[in-house]
Structure formats: structure tokens, C-alpha cells
């Protein structure tokens, strides 16, 4: 703690610094338990340092993704409950990058609050945390930053960076894809996190937040608030053990703008993945959001995963060695549909 550090005129004006510096304190345990080899430095420097191990690249290539988790962190508040929003965070940003074939090296995060409560903040953090660990990334530091007048008190906004490293000869390069290749998914946690929006218009969270609490027997009696707060999947580690003996060519990570926008950013023109939709393994909140809100099919398709977090193109040949290693490292994966040679980059029949 920074014992001779406080200012009264700041506090009067909303902003309590003795609170970010406890909140450091707080979060430290959860910091500590992401180190990697490549940390050189303790976390409340000015920046994070991180040693770069280059042995065994020939031509190493830095990939990064920036993201945040979109309106579903209103539901974490809402709720009450932020220590499984970090998990959300880091997952959009390292699920993004192995897209590349890249490994994650480090997480910066980015919370900005209209109060800072230091036990709070060390709850979003820990999850943060969390999602590092699930990614082997480190969490080498971030920024609390509190905004009286901008929002509630209560309120939060919580964003991330992540880094990771590839060596370029290894970058996933979907001009190797060819029609007959295989589209495999792996399945979702659950609405991952994007299309909140739309969500709480559906069930009129925003009047009526009572919604949420009651058994669904359409979820097998799982209230809806916690099927909405299951924290997005991070696919990291099965896609590294992947790419190590199959030849991938290409990896969505299917986030806003669901099939129709995602799948195509992983297949060259020319080509499409043709995807039957009775082989879409469905979750039951995406069947209840559709029902309750009188979504058009096109539109659920077009803005949720469906249950499909990732998508992963491989050889015909080697689509059982494929399944069995995804298996082995926890994915309910199975064959999606095929490459085809198309116009449309996504044929769903």
C-alpha cells in the first residue's frame, strides 16, 4: 500500500485512490497464479515486461487481438456476480489469436468503474485470472480506472489485450483449403458473449429482471440468469495440441455475427462450408431465445454460435485423428459439414 499517498480533494470529487490501491492488493493472489516463463517483472510498475523464448523459430511472428465482453457485462451487474466476467474477456481476445495458430504469451486488461470497490474489483480480476491460467497466458498488469459522473456507481466496463506469438511458417494459410475438406465444431458453453442486446429485449431483463431467477424447464431447470453468465469457452490448449500432428486450414471463432459473418473469415473465395442444419447441435437457450422473442432462424444464425464456439477445417483424411485429440483435451467436437466449391461462403441446408 502507498501509505503517504491520498488526496482528499480527489476523494471529494469521487475518486478514491487509496481504493485502486488496495484493489492491487487484493487482486495480487490472482496475478500470481498466471506467471509463465516469460514474466521478468511484478505487476504495479508502470509497464508489464515480458521475456521472449524465440528458440526453435525460425521466424517468429507477434499476433494480437483486443476485445471486451460486449453488454453481458450489465448482466454480471445485475446479477451481482463478476467473478466469471473476466473469463469472458480473455477468451475473445486468445480465442481470436489461435485462429492465427498463435499461442497466447500475455493479458493486459482494462476496467473502468463509477466507483471502485476494491473487493469488486479483485473478484472481475480474478477471473481474468482465471481465463489466463485456462489460455497459459500471463496476466502482466491493466488499469482500474474510476469515472464518477460517467456512470453509475455500480457500473463497470471491462476490456482486454492479448499477445501471442507464431512462427510465420506455421500461421494457418487457408489457400490449402480445397473442396471435400471436413468443417469440424466444437461445441459452446453456452451464448458465449455477444448478442446480450438482443437478449435482454427478449426476456425484458431491463423491466423485468425477475425473469431470470426462475427454473426453466426448458433449460432442465436452470434459471436463465445462470445460462446467460456461463463464461465463454476457451478453446487455447485443444487447438495447440490440434496443430501439432493434423494439418489445420482454417479456424473460426464464431462470436457476433454468427455463421454467416465468421465462418467465411477463415475460407478463401471460391470456396464454402456446407453445413446441415439438423447437424447443428443446438443448445436449449438458443431454441428458448428464438421461441420467446419470434426470431427468424436466419437471424439466430446470423447473430449467436448456435452451440458452435469454433469451427476447424482439416483434411478428409485425417478427420478422425482430429476428433480423437480434440476429445482427449475436453471438446465435445464432431463434423460440422464439408467444403464445397461455392459462391457463398456459407451454405446452410
Do not use: W
Not at 523464448?53 to 451487474?77: F, Q, R, W, Y
Amino acid at each position: 500500500m502507498h501509505s503517504n499517498s491520498k488526496s482528499e480533494s480527489y476523494a471529494a470529487a469521487g475518486v478514491d485512490i487509496t481504493a485502486g490501491y488496495k484493489a492491487v492488493e487484493l487482486m495480487k493472489k490472482h496475478i500470481a497464479r498466471t506467471k509463465n516463463e516469460g514474466c521478468v517483472d511484478d505487476i504495479g510498475g508502470f509497464g508489464g515486461c515480458f521475456g521472449l523464448n524465440l528458440l526453435g523459430m525460425e521466424e517468429p511472428v507477434l499476433v494480437s487481438g483486443t476485445d471486451g465482453c460486449g453488454t453481458k457485462v450489465k448482466m454480471a451487474i445485475l446479477m451481482d456476480k463478476h467473478d466469471t466476467i473476466g473469463i469472458d474477456a480473455v477468451a475473445m481476445c486468445v480465442n481470436d489469436i489461435i485462429c492465427c495458430g498463435a499461442k497466447p504469451l500475455f493479458f493486459l486488461d482494462y476496467i473502468a468503474c463509477g466507483k471502485n470497490i476494491p473487493e469488486k474489483i479483485a473478484s472481475i480480476v480474478g477471473g481474468v485470472a482465471e481465463g489466463c491460467v485456462q489460455s497459459g497466458a500471463a496476466l502482466i498488469g491493466g488499469e482500474t480506472a474510476e469515472h464518477p459522473g460517467m456512470m453509475p456507481v455500480e457500473e463497470y466496463d471491462l476490456a482486454g489485450f492479448a499477445v501471442g506469438i507464431v512462427d510465420k511458417k506455421k500461421i494457418i494459410d487457408n489457400k490449402k483449403m480445397k473442396a471435400g475438406d471436413v468443417v469440424l465444431a466444437l461445441a459452446s458453453s453456452g451464448i458465449h458473449s455477444n448478442g446480450f442486446s438482443l437478449i435482454r429485449k427478449v426476456f425484458d431483463i431491463d423491466n423485468n429482471p425477475a425473469n431470470l431467477y426462475e427454473p426453466c424447464e426448458a433449460l432442465d431447470g436452470k434459471t436463465i440468469a445462470e445460462t446467460l453468465l456461463t463464461p465463454t469457452k476457451i478453446y487455447v490448449k485443444s487447438i495447440l495440441a490440434l496443430l501439432e500432428k493434423v494439418d489445420v486450414k482454417g479456424i473460426s471463432h464464431i462470436t457476433g455475427g454468427g455463421f454467416y459473418e465468421n465462418i467465411p473469415r477463415s475460407i478463401p473465395e471460391g470456396l464454402g462450408a456446407k453445413i446441415n442444419k439438423s447437424d447443428v447441435r443446438v443448445l436449449p437457450i438458443f431454441d428458448l431465445i428464438a421461441k420467446t422473442g419470434n426470431i427468424p432462424e436466419r437471424d439466430m444464425y446470423n447473430t449467436y454460435n448456435m452451440g458452435v464456439g469454433m469451427s476447424v477445417v482439416v483434411p478428409a483424411d485425417q478427420v478422425d485423428t482430429a476428433l480423437e485429440i480434440l476429445r482427449a483435451n475436453g471438446e465435445d467436437a464432431y463434423i460440422l459439414g464439408e467444403i464445397i466449391e461455392s459462391e457463398e461462403q456459407v451454405v446452410l441446408c
